[in-house]
């Protein structure tokens, strides 16, 4: 009879959490668990497709948003980069939550992308049922600003973790700075969304008013 061959732990399993997430190599593959359901699944290869994905939504949508920050509201070009902006958004998230290599299981970041998740579908319902709401454009603005400073702010962590300069200076300070990047970043957001709500309603009010 034929057996199976023997599983053994990949060279780089130590670097992981115990138990959680360890990578084994079976054959072909190399197989990282599931933490969702305990099981050894998603092979080496998809999880590299996963991450490149997820990279390049996540550029997509810095790009894109600032383009549609940038530009006048409510036109064609507008709704069109912001479909697209959806789409990548989701894209995004979906692959951020297939992602476990950091701990292992669920965490914080993983509630971050359900958030970001949240405010990128109830700012698009504003805009697909507005005829049913009314103040409908400025909720959906505020919702999708949130969002993209979400992921700003989630770019700075990124950054903070992979730039050597600003990993020296997390290294000399402390991880505080990190915290204190994503303070700054929503705490802005939050003060532009203010200073801009008076000009919104004068500028495109006729938008919400139905």
Known sequence: MRTSPPLRT??????????????LCNADAMLFRCPCIGID?????????????HVFSGVVCL????LIFL???GTRFHRTLGNVY????LL???????IYRLTG?????HLFAILSLIMVFVGWIQVYFRRHFK?????????MCWSYAGLIAATSNEAFVRVPALKAIVHCTGNWVILAAQIAILGACALLLSLNRTRLHERYGRLGAT
């Open 10 to 23: 990949h060279p780089n399993a130590g670097c992981l959490p115990q138990s959680r997430n360890v990578v």
């Open 41 to 53: 699944f998603l092979p080496m290869m998809i999880l590299m497709i996963i991450g490149a994905i």
């Open 63 to 66: 790009i894109l948003g600032a």
């Open 71 to 73: 530009n006048t509201k």
């Open 86 to 89: 959806v789409l990548a958004m």
């Open 92 to 98: 995004l998230n979906v692959t951020a939550l297939c």
């Open 105 to 109: 299981h669920f965490n914080l970041f």
């Open 135 to 143: 103040r409908w454009f400025y909720r959906h603005y505020v919702y």
